[in-house]
């Protein structure tokens, strides 16, 4: 491990932003993996989503399995590193781009959602909130016997699945609107408050810890290129490439799972000693 990136996380005042490649040791692929080159897929979006009931059948089918997968995620090491590094007073927030919860199952707290959660289902009709379990019982009920044994987990937490004739979506149970899980689709704008939020942690960070993302989407990198702007160190930890490198003061390339617990050993080992 880069004695570099020690050296910086241990001074503190950290804002760690997180990415896929945090979850993969917990069986959640990530979309591009260590050589860069992005996974085929064909990610649900917004307009899709809003504008046809087959779009909506199409991915609740999808998802309604994925969920099987996602609620059975433990977090893996790196997320526990991450929350030991909370802490020890180290980090001064949180920012992912994942959407599976890990981070707050390891222990970590005031995690900023950049994505939303899965976790979460909205009405887009009355606005009202409920929890993905709730969802999913009723999902199993309204489609007892629909099953597959052979699937494939997707990034968002879907699953490849062409055939989904048969199968029933839900309405909101208070006004029969359209229901929606509480993450920013593709073609989808991230809430305005998540964005201040997450730059004003980058803002007044001393240092700024990207974690498995290769910062592809202009979501995550906007935060680099800001810490970059105000001369903010960036530490990169990621395997493969990312459009990020070209700003960081510290890159290591290893997996997450191995340097994350060694780093939080050492800075507790540094700070205690």
């Not at 050296?7 to 932003?17: A, Q, T």
């Not at 995620?73 to 909370?86: I, W």
């Not at 062409?162 to 929606?180: N, Y």
Request: with cysteine.
């Amino acid at each position: 491990m880069s004695l570099a990136l020690r050296d910086l996380v241990e001074r503190g005042r950290v804002v760690v932003l997180s990415g896929a490649g945090l979850s993969t040791e917990s069986g959640i692929p990530d979309y591009r993996g260590p050589t860069g080159a992005a996974r085929p897929a064909t990610p649900m979006t917004f307009q899709a989503f809003t504008g046809s009931e087959q779009s909506r059948q199409r991915y609740w089918a999808r998802s309604h399995l994925g969920w099987r997968v996602i609620a059975r995620a433990a977090p893996n090491a790196g997320h526990h590193a991450v929350a030991d590094l909370q802490d020890a007073g180290l980090l001064d927030g949180i920012i992912t781009q994942n959407v599976d919860g890990l981070h707050q199952a390891a222990g970590a707290e005031d995690v900023l959602e950049l994505h939303g959660t899965l976790d979460r289902v909205v009405c887009l009709r009355c606005g009202a909130y409920s929890g993905r379990t709730e969802l999913d019982v009723r999902l199993r009920a309204a489609n007892d016997g629909f099953d597959r044994t052979s699937v494939t987990l997707k990034p968002d937490g879907d699953v490849d699945l062409d055939d989904v004739s048969g199968f029933a979506v839900v309405d909101c149970l208070i006004c029969g609107g359209v229901l929606k899980p509480d993450v920013v689709f593709f073609g989808e704008t991230v809430p305005r408050d998540r964005v201040d939020r997450s730059f004003a942690l980058v803002d007044n960070a001393r240092a700024l810890l990207v974690l498995g993302s290769s910062l592809t989407v202009m979501s995550g990198y906007r935060f680099v290129l800001r810490a970059a702007k105000l001369a903010i160190p960036v530490a990169i930890v990621n395997q493969g490439p990312t459009r990020g490198d070209a700003q960081a003061t510290v890159r290591v390339e290893e997996p997450l799972g191995t340097v994350l617990p060694r780093l939080a050993a050492m800075t507790q080992g540094r700070l205690t000693g």
